[in-house]
């Protein structure tokens, strides 16, 4: 989950309701097709992504691509039915093969996936209330520090305009002006991603950098 959301952008819901045949690991690439939602009073269900353009075939980088084959192996799961609204003038229920579950097959509600995450966190010393979504806006800041063509950019991400780009960007920029250790990391890190190719990112690589 955590190489999906750094590697390629994905959110939370995209991640959470990604299908076994939506990976190709023949052509490297990782489909968005849905998103797994969570409303009070039923059970998670697949739905349409978030914006038009959140519908998206993303490169997979080797980093990520050799963690989900061993996702895979390890964890194996009989499909469960699932209700799936992706297109909501016709809701269906259907078997889905979803790549990660709560251990029997059902899918991960986030509450329980706050009980994973939380520990995990502290134990590696990461500020409190980070979560996917920051190794999202990791993802977004390494292209943009390695001058991607904003169109190509957004495709990638799932964004669907140049407002989502800015405000990430204001962010980026405060984050870095802060005088702390944490922030001069940042940009030592985020400077090597952008002069060198990144891991996650740069999938011409067939090795990871490593950035000790």
Request: glycine content about 8%.
């Given at each position: 989950?955590v190489?999906l ?7 939370a ?5 990604l299908e076994?045949?939506?990976i ?26 978030k ?11 080797t980093?990520?691509s050799n ?7 390890t964890f ?33 509600h ?7 995450w ?7 010393g ?6 996917l979504?920051?190794?999202?806006h990791y993802f977004?800041?390494?292209?943009i520090?390695?001058?991607?063509e ?11 305009d140049?407002?989502s780009?800015?405000q990430?960007?204001r962010?980026l ?8 250790a ?5 940009r ?8 060198h ?5 740069d999938?011409r ?7 000790r």
């Amino acid at each position: 989950m955590v190489y999906l959301a750094a590697g390629c952008g994905w959110r939370a819901g995209e991640i959470f309701g990604l299908e076994r045949d939506a990976i190709n690991f023949d052509t490297m690439e990782v489909e968005v097709r849905h998103q797994l939602t969570v409303v009070s009073g039923r059970t998670p269900y697949l739905a349409p992504p978030k914006t038009k353009t959140s519908r998206r075939v993303n490169e997979l980088p080797t980093l990520v691509s050799n963690s989900l084959r061993g996702h895979l192996e390890t964890f194996r799961s009989l499909p469960e039915e699932i209700d799936d609204e992706t297109d909501p003038r016709r809701p269906i229920r259907r078997p889905a093969d979803l790549v990660f579950t709560r251990g029997d097959g059902r899918p991960i509600h986030r509450a329980d996936w706050s009980y994973i995450w939380r520990p995990a966190v502290n134990t590696a010393g990461l500020p409190e209330g980070f979560g996917l979504r920051d190794l999202r806006h990791y993802f977004a800041t390494v292209l943009i520090l390695r001058w991607s063509e904003r169109q190509d950019r957004s495709a990638r991400h799932g964004a669907h305009d140049a407002h989502s780009d800015a405000q990430h960007l204001r962010r980026l920029l405060a984050g870095c002006r802060r005088p702390d250790a944490h922030a001069r990391g940042l940009r030592a890190e985020l400077y090597r991603g952008c002069t060198h190719g990144h891991p996650l990112t740069d999938t011409r690589r067939s090795e990871p950098i490593d950035h000790r």
